[in-house]
Structure formats: structure tokens, C-alpha cells
């Protein structure tokens, strides 16, 4: 047992408990300082206070997996997926700021063409693969969502 | 008289016209369905319109089919890519997409199929024969019951953590939080908005829902599609093929008989949760595949199989979602009232053409209430035989290689979400709840709780002050009525016994 | 039973009346393009503002010109659909379509970069007459059974709503203010939850606009107690007014059709006699009896005075419950 709590800091769940905690405690600690007006019925502080507990006794109840020695692994390729992660959005967000700069048409195609080149090496190559078919998929995205449901698209809205 | 009209109805439903447009509309569901963020709901309000072109019983067929393909069609990506297409195909991604990852998608997708089909036919008898009694019993659910039915459904968690509860308390928690965002729906001040007032709405589920789930599960398969690559430079001896597909055995991924009877009890668990679920008004079709998932499991013989991709996961949650389709007409056909946003798009309709939803409709407009019921019931024929015929021809489409798919998939899942509310911050939700999924994997959180949480909370919130409101602040309120006492007794009874059957399973 | 059809055939067809409504007649030195206009509604499909706006775009094309389509922004809660509007060129082709809940109270409860003079109205469809309803088995019946009941057992009665502060809550709180009486407000999420609780018992009395239960009223399955507006609702004619009553308490929400104050005077007035005269055509009023819109426009001199007016009242009740300051 003693040997499981002073390994307990090694171990990646000690980490997860610990941020769930402090949510927790943090949105607390808003609910009592913050600027929340009451209202009927409980008021609107009383559900996000219940989750904020809620969260806090998790946060306990994962620290007391770890010290009977359940946790998770630490994961794989954490910096590989966070990238990717991050990039979409960045690419999502650019997909959408271009549409409303240069067009559905354009911005979609430069969008999957740019990505699938991203993706396979030596893309030239596999020109059939990289090129025609986001061009297609372009032409499919563009016959259903600007003739067939015809979205009100941004114009210049995000930024 | 009785005999007259359904001869007539008998005609206008099975004219050929009608028929072509009830297998346009699910070829369009199941197509649209399938797409992130885009639902049969969304069709179905575009297409409104269509109202004032053509006659009501091609009008209605037309909806109608969108409505059923899109029920289904939810599951084709949910299935093939682990990204649920609807917000009611959440519960089906849980085993489904561990299914196709075994290397049997078409398996879960003809169960998908099938349960859906099964739940969805149920449901439409149900409204054509018991519409009045269960509008009844739906009525007599107030605050008080409602409440009782979301804490009840909060206790399915347990069945969704995969082992992990402490980490799955924890996300229904952050699930909860999420919900409360925005404008506080009795009070009406602002909540947890940061000072951004664009979230004054609050969050959207099909924003959240696709992100938690999709995005990141995206974000995931494009950063392995990504170190492939890097792999593959180092690697540079071994040819890929130049084919599109990658290798996939079709002919050992035949669901048979005996699979299909397996998963029969969780069907009928889906298909009665869902019909009872469809019929109140407000629940909703995600609720209903999620309590329908979280039955089946308990009542299964394989219970561990759940997550790991069971294909009476699958049957239990389809067959949830899709058995809610006809219920939730229910109360707008007995009393006028629209118990679900697809509920409210019919009502549209009938307006529109000049019919007013209620008690009256059946008898004002019988020829054309009867033709939608037949329609209502041969339109899961068309659904079967079209998607049977479409299935083969879509899963291909997921088996194609996925850095050429996944780029696509990602632009549909933007544009369907933006196109869903005509919303700019829904992308932004979007893209953000895409990322904290992510994050979320990573360390091993389970996801569907969150999902849980936030579907039930705003309903659970509002019932539970609406309660107090209306009992003066007495908590003994919320014991005034035999339904509620009932719902937890019932979820007594089942900690206490399962509690029980753990112990001795270990 | 008749319909309006132009019954088309085909599988295209489908995607073609959706979409393209009728082919355009240019009317001559039309100050728009070719652009389709955009009806903007705040609201999510299916509601009343949604079918009455539907109403125009199936008849205005063949006045206006360009093509109609509505769309549905609810995100933000409808102040997405104001900011898409206030952004959008102005050129007349991206108009608002709201009641007053988005424009002239989120103008005073919520952070907004605009003022209510930054909108111009240029035509309003018709006014909407909040109505006071409850059960028929139920024993306040009447006007003054509510009276009665509140003022024997202050704060007894529950009242449902659907969202605080709109345009079902807010002729309540005027009430409450003029008579000095105490119920207890239940927010609800919608028309749809209120009347399932008055139906089932759960609440007493709740609010909603006439045309959702006009039949319903007329076969005796529910019970219209009163309507806060000066004349009484032409499909609840048996239904007294508060004033009637003699309370003095009026609140019409009216549903308009609205431009950014930058579009020029001459494409709001083009745009105001396409759509009067489209909704005077016999299609339109057709349509509009087939779906209980109630239409009466109002060109965009009387709809400016009536919003402006809008804005004055809604001020007061604001700043008399402390909303404002």
C-alpha cells in the first residue's frame, strides 16, 4: 500500500484526478465569488454547483483507483495527435474564412487537395487519387450544398 | 363510410407517383443522414416548401421517406467511421464502429438496418392503433415525472463507462456543465457564457455531438493516416497498391441467421423504450437509444461484449432511435402538441397544406391521414429494400483508403454542422469540442456519459425547478405521484440487484 | 379540399421546386438583383413566423423579382439571425422577419453593438394577440375566476410560459403590474410543454398566441379565458379582451419584416409594394386562411410607428421589473 501511494505521482491518473479536482473546485469557488444572479426555483447556480461536486468526488474517486493501482497507460503519439488536432481546427477554421473570401467552389477543392497532398507521399504521382477525386468530391459538395440546400454562406463573418 | 375512405387512401398511397416520391425521400435520407451533422430533420425543413407543389399524400410521402432513410442513414457513418451521422445514431457508433474496426461493418450495418426497421414499423402501428391511450399516459408526465424518468436514465451511466466509472461520473458531470451554458431557461440570465455573447443560445447537440465524437475520432485517423506516411518515406521498398480500396474480405462479413436472432431481445428492448420514450413529449431519440443501449446491456447474456462491438449494442440502440420515429407523432395527432422537432416540421406541413393538427385531423382529412399511415407503414419496406440495395454500395465507400476519405469526411462534418442551424458559432463549437475530444481519448475518458449528460441535464434541470416552482419549494413535491415512485423504485431495485449479481460474478 | 398545385413531375422536379420557386418576372426598374432575397427568421423551423413567412416567399417572386427563400438562424438565441442581417450587404436582399422578442428586447437586455434605430421596418404581416388559456374541466374559467382565485390565495396559481421575458410572459407581467396580483410563473420550453401541462393537470393557466388553439377552442377541448389587445382575436370571437374585462392591458406582438437602416428608401419601398401587393393577391390570401396566418400587412410608415411604439412600451416594463436601469 505504501509503495502504491509513493509511486501514485508517477502515474498518469494522478494527474487526471487532479485536473478534474481542481475544475471542480474552481467552478466552486466561482458559484460563491462570481457574479451569479438568483433566480426561481433553486436559482441557476444549483445544477452547475451539483456537477461541480460532482466532479470533485470523481476526481477522489479516481485518485483512490490509482492507489489500488488502476491507471491508465500514459498515451502513445500524444504530440503527433495534438498536432493533427490543432491543424484541423486551423485548416477548419481557414476552410471557412477562405469561403468567404474566395467562394465555396475554390476553397473547398484547395482545402482537399491540400490536405490529401499533406497526406500521400509523392502525390504527383497518385494524381488520381489526390487530385481527381477531391475535384469530384468538390463538385458533389457544391451540387448539395449550395444548389440542392443553398446555406446562407458567411461572407466575411468570422473575422 | 370507414370502409370508403380507406379504399381511397388505399389508392392515393399506392399511386405510383406517391410511391416514386416516398423512395426519393429515403434515398435522400439515408444519403443526407449519413453525412456529420446533417439529419433528416434538416431535409425535411428545406423541403418544406414542397408543401404548396404537390398533392398532400405525395407531400407527405416525400417527408416521410426523409424522415425514415434519415433514421437509418445516421448509422451508415456512425458504422463505417465512428462518426455518428445524427444525434440519435450516438449510441450505435459505441459498438458499431468497434465493429467495422473487427472487420465486420456490413454485419453491423445489416443489424443496424434491420432493428432500425423492426423498431421504426412497431412504432408506426403503434400510432395507428394506440395513439389516444398513450397520449394519455404521456400527458399525465408532468415536471415531476419527467425528472424522475432523467434521473432514472442518469443511472444508465454505469453501462456506458466501459469499466471506468470513477471516468465516467466525471464526463456526465462535464457533459452537465456543458448543457448549462447560456441563457439559464427559467430565470433567463446568463451563465458560464465567459463574456462571449454569442453563447448566449448556448451550445447546440449536433455541434457538440459531432465533435466529441467525430472530429476527434477524425483528428485520430488522420494523425495515424499522417505517421503512416512518415513510415512509408523511410519505407520506401514496399509498393502500395494502386487500387482506392485497401484490403477488405467481404465474403466473411455476412451477418447469418442466427447472429440476427441473437441480438432479437435487445431489439425489442429498443423497440419498446423508444416507442414509449418517442411519445413524451421532449425526450427525444438520442435518450431513447441511450436507455434502450443501457438496457440491453443489462439484460444481456453477454454483457462484457457491450463497447467491444456487440451487435446487440448495435440492434439496442438503433432500434431505440428508430422506434421513436413514429410515437412522436403521437401527441401532435391526439392533441396538437409537438412533442419533438420533427413532430413540430409535420405539424408545419399540415398546416401549410391546410390541416390542422390534433384530434380533429383524422376526421376533417381521413383519406389523407389514412394514406400517410399506409405510407407511414410500406415506406420501411422501401427502406429496407433501398438501403439493402445501398449498403454494399456504401460500405465500399468506407473501405476507401483514408487519406483520400478523411479530408472529404472532415469538409462534410464542417459544412453539414454550419448548414444544420445556418450557424457560424456552431462551427466554432464544433471544431472546439472536436479538440476536447481529443483530449479526452487521450487520457482514457470515456465519451458517451458526456454525451448522457448533456442530453439529459437541460430536461433534468428544468423539470426539477419546474417541480419546485409549482410546489411551492416543498422536495416532498417530487414524491407526489405513483409514476415518479415508480421510476425509482424501479432503479432501486435494479442498483440492488445488480449489485448483487456483480458481487457474485466476481 | 383544394391545393395549389403546379404538379410537377419526375425526380428533378423535387429538387427543383424546392429550390427554384417560380420563374422570375422582372418587374420594370427593380432596384434589386438577381440574387435571391433571404427571409432571415430567428427561430427554429416549423413555428408561426416560419409558415407566415413561407406564405410570402411562395407568392413575392412573381412582384419582386428574385427568387425567396427563408432561412432559419436560431443560434444565439436569434442573435445570430440579427448579426447575420446587420452584416449582410445592404441591398435589400437580406431581410429579418422576427416578432419583437429578438429585435426590440435584446436591443435592451442583451450586449448588442446596435440601437433599435438601426432598423427600419418594411412591412409587418400581422399582430399576433397573446391569449390567456387553461382546461375546460378546470374551475377558473373566466377573467375574472383568475381574479378571484389570485386574489383569495395570492401566489396559488400556476402560470406556464414559454421563454422569460417574451412575448407569452411579458403581457403577464404587465398584468401582474396593473392589477397588483401574485401568480406563479413556470417557464416551459415552448408552446408545445405548456399546453401538455395544462392538458395534463401539472399547471393551471398558460399563455400562447390564438391561431395555435383556435380549433381546439371551438370544439371545447380547451378554454380561451381572455386576449391582451384592444379588439378581440378574429379567430377566437368569443373570447373578451382584458380591456373588455377592464383591465387595461395591451400587448400585440406583431411579426415584421425588417431592414437594416442603411438600405436605401427606395429599395424598402420597392420592397414594401412587392410584398403588400403579393399578399393581397388571391393565391396569398388563400394561403394565408388555409394556415391561420391571420395576415393584414401594414405598409412601412404605420409597421415604423408601431415598432417605435413597440420599443417605448417594452422600455417600461423592463425598467419597472429592474431589468434595466
Known sequence: MRSAISTAFTRLDFYTGLVTILVGAIGLLDIAYGSWRPGPGLGPHAFPQLAYITLIIAGLAIWVDVIRGKSDEHPENLRAILITGVGLVAIGMGMFWLIGKLGLIVSVAATLIGSSFLLTRDPLRHWPSTIVVPIIATAVIWLLFVQLINIPLPRGLLF | MMLEAFVDALHLAFSPEVILYVAIGVFMGVTLGAIPGLSGDMAIAILLPIVFFLEPAAALGLLTGIYKGGMFGGSISAISFGVPGTPGSAATAIDGYQAKLKGYPNKALNTALYSSVIGDTTSDFVLIFLALPLAIVALTFGPVEFFALYAFSLLLISALTKGKVAKGVAMAALGILLAMIGRDPIGGSLRLTFGIPELAGGLALIPVLVGIFAVSELIIQLAKAWMERARRIVDDTKQQAQSLLGDYDASKDKLSFAEFRATMRATWIGTTMGTLIGALPGAGSSLAAFISYGLAQRFSRKPDEFGKGSLEGVAAAEAGNSATSGSTLIPLFAFGIPGSATAALFGAAFILMGMTPGPSLINDHTEVIYALFLILIYANIINLGLSHFLLPLYSKIAMIKSRILLPIVCVLAILGTFAAGNSVIDVWVLLFAGLLGVVLRIYNFPLAPLILGFIVAPGAERALRQSLLIGRGEWTHLLSSPIALGLYAVAAIMIFTFTIVMRERK | ?325
Open chain 3, 1 to 325: 379540399m383544394f391545393h395549389i398545385t403546379s404538379k410537377l413531375k419526375g425526380s428533378t422536379a423535387v429538387i427543383a421546386t424546392a429550390t427554384m420557386v417560380l420563374a422570375p418576372v422582372f418587374a420594370s426598374a427593380s432596384p434589386l438583383g438577381s440574387d435571391p432575397i433571404r427571409l432571415v427568421i430567428p427561430f427554429g423551423p416549423g413555428g408561426g413566423s416560419d409558415i407566415t413567412a413561407r406564405v410570402l416567399s411562395a407568392t413575392a417572386p412573381e412582384f419582386c423579382g428574385p427568387r425567396i427563400d427563408v432561412v432559419s438562424m436560431s443560434g444565439a438565441a436569434g442573435l445570430e439571425a440579427v448579426n447575420f442581417v446587420r452584416s449582410a450587404p445592404a441591398n435589400g436582399h437580406t431581410l429579418l422577419v422576427s416578432d419583437y422578442g429578438p429585435v426590440v428586447t435584446s436591443g435592451f437586455v442583451d450586449e448588442v453593438d446596435w440601437s433599435h434605430d438601426d432598423w427600419q421596418p418594411v412591412m409587418n404581416f400581422t399582430e399576433w394577440l397573446p391569449t390567456v388559456y387553461t382546461r375546460p374541466d378546470h374551475d377558473i374559467q373566466t377573467i375574472e375566476d383568475w381574479v378571484a382565485a389570485a386574489e383569495s390565495d395570492p401566489g396559488s396559481i400556476t402560470f406556464g410560459h414559454a421563454n422569460p421575458l417574451g412575448l407569452v410572459h411579458l403581457p403577464l407581467i404587465l398584468f401582474e403590474m396593473e392589477t397588483g396580483l401574485e401568480n406563479i410563473h413556470v417557464p416551459t420550453s415552448g408552446g408545445g410543454e405548456t399546453r401538455s401541462l395544462i392538458m395534463g393537470g401539472h399547471i393551471d393557466l398558460g399563455m400562447t398566441l390564438p391561431a395555435s388553439i383556435a380549433s381546439e377552442v371551438a370544439s371545447g377541448e380547451l378554454t380561451a379565458l381572455g386576449v391582451f389587445s384592444e379588439e378581440r382575436s378574429a379567430v377566437l370571437p368569443d373570447t373578451p379582451t382584458f380591456r373588455e374585462a377592464g383591465y387595461d392591458v395591451v400587448l400585440p406582438a406583431w411579426l415584421m419584416v425588417i431592414a437594416t437602416s442603411d438600405v436605401p428608401a427606395e429599395t424598402v419601398e420597392f420592397l414594401q409594394d412587392c410584398f403588400m401587393e403579393a399578399l393581397a393577391s388571391p393565391t396569398a390570401v388563400a394561403m394565408s386562411d388555409r394556415v391561420n396566418a391571420g395576415i393584414e400587412p401594414m405598409n412601412s410608415e404605420d409597421s415604423t410607428a408601431l415598432y417605435q411604439a413597440t420599443v417605448t412600451s417594452i422600455e417600461g416594463i423592463l425598467r419597472n421589473i429592474g431589468e434595466i436601469d
